[in-house]
C-alpha cells in the first residue's frame, strides 16, 4: 500500500509555474499575540496597547508585522522547505493589509525558479508566497529562495531559472497596511522615545545595545508556534550527525529578535511597511547571543500620506559580539559574528 505520510518536497519535486495551495489555515489569536512577545518581547506601544492604537485612529492593536510574516511562513514549511538545508533570503516584501486577532490567514506559493547546485546534492528553489485574510485579501506577499535537497543525487539537472527580482521596494507600494494615523494623539512618553520620522538622517548608526541569548526550548517553541515542521530545528537525533551537530535556528528567529532589539534607538517604527531584502549570513545555535544595529540607508515620504514617513533600515544581527564597532560587510563577505542582514522599510510618525 502507498505511504500515507508525507516525506516533503524534494528539488526535484518544483518546476517554475507550480502553484502550491497550503496547509492548514490560522486563526490569529491573544494567546499567539502573547507567547510572541514572551519569546521576543517587543514594546513597540501601537501593537502592545489597544488603548494607544485608539487614541490615534486605529480600531484597536494590530497584531505584530513580524508575527503575521511567520504565521504565513510556517504555512509554506511543510511543503517548500521540510528538505531544506537553509533559507537564504527574502526579497520583494509588501505588508498589505493590517491583521487582527480573530482573523485565518491563509498561504499559497507559486514557484519562481529553480538552480541546481554543483555539488549535485541540493538546488535552490525561488518561491513567491501570499498571505491572505478570511476575505481573500491579501495581507502579505513575498519572494524567497531556499536551499533543497535532492532526492536522487543522480538525477538531471533541470534548466536553470533565476528570477528577475526588484532591489527594493518603492515608497509610493508602501502604507497600505497602516490606516491613516493621528499624528498630534500619538504620545511619544508613552511610545518610548521621542524620535520622530524627521529626527532621523539618512547615513545614520544606531547601536541597539541590548542583547538576547537564545535558548534551545525557545527556538523550538517559536516554530511550533508558526506550526514551521522543519526537520533541523527539532531532531537532535538526526542533526547530532549532520553538518553542524546541533539544531539550526529558524532564521526568522533571529529576524524578530533583532526586530525586538531595534526598538531601542527606533522605537516610534512601529509598522514593518516591507521587507526588500534579507539574507541569512551563518547560522545561530542554542547558546549564541544577539546584539544588532541599524542604518539609516534612505527616507522618504509616503504618496498620499502626511501622517507618516518612511525609513529604510539595514539592521545587522550579531551573535557573541556587541556592535560598538558597527560589523557588517566586509571586503570579501562579511564580519565574523555577522548573522543577519535584513533591510526593510518602517514607518514612523512626522
Known sequence: MATKTNPGNFFEDFHPGQIIRHATPRTVTAGD??????????????????????????????????????IVFGKTVADISLNAVANLGYADCRFLKPVFTGDTLSSTST?????????????????RSTGTNQRGETVLDYVRWVM????????????????DLPESVAPENLGDALPRITGSAYDRVLAGSGHLWGDYEVGEKIDHVDAMTIEEAEHMMAARLYQNTAKVHFNQHTEGQGRFGRRLIYGGHIISLARALSFNGLGNGFHVAAI?????????????????WSAIS?????????????????????????????????????????????????????
Not at 506601544?45 to 492593536?61: E, Y
Not at 514557484?111 to 518561491?127: E, H
Not at 535537497?149 to 539537472?157: E, F, I, V
Open 148 to 163: 533543497v535537497r535532492k532526492s536522487d543525487p543522480a538525477s538531471a539537472a533541470p534548466d536553470a531559472v533565476v528570477p
Open 298 to 350: 534612505d527616507k522618504a515620504d509616503v504618496p498620499g500620506r502626511d501622517d507618516v514617513g518612511a525609513l529604510r533600515v539595514v539592521t545587522t544581527a550579531v551573535k557573541d559580539l556587541d556592535c560598538s564597532g558597527f560589523p557588517g560587510r566586509a571586503e570579501a563577505g562579511f564580519d565574523d559574528g555577522v548573522v543577519l542582514e535584513l533591510d526593510y522599510w518602517v514607518l514612523m510618525p512626522k
Open 111 to 127: 514557484v519562481l525558479g529553480v538552480k541546481q547546485n554543483s555539488n549535485g546534492k541540493t538546488g535552490v528553489v525561488y518561491v
Open 33 to 70: 499575540v502573547a507567547l510572541y512577545t514572551s519569546l521576543y518581547g517587543p514594546r513597540f506601544a501601537v501593537q502592545s496597547s489597544d488603548a494607544f492604537a485608539q487614541a490615534i485612529g486605529l480600531d484597536r492593536s494590530p497584531v505584530d508585522d513580524m508575527l503575521v510574516f511567520h
Open 276 to 292: 526588500n531584502a534579507g539574507r541569512h549570513v551563518a547560522p545561530c545555535f542554542a547558546g549564541d547571543t544577539v546584539y544588532a
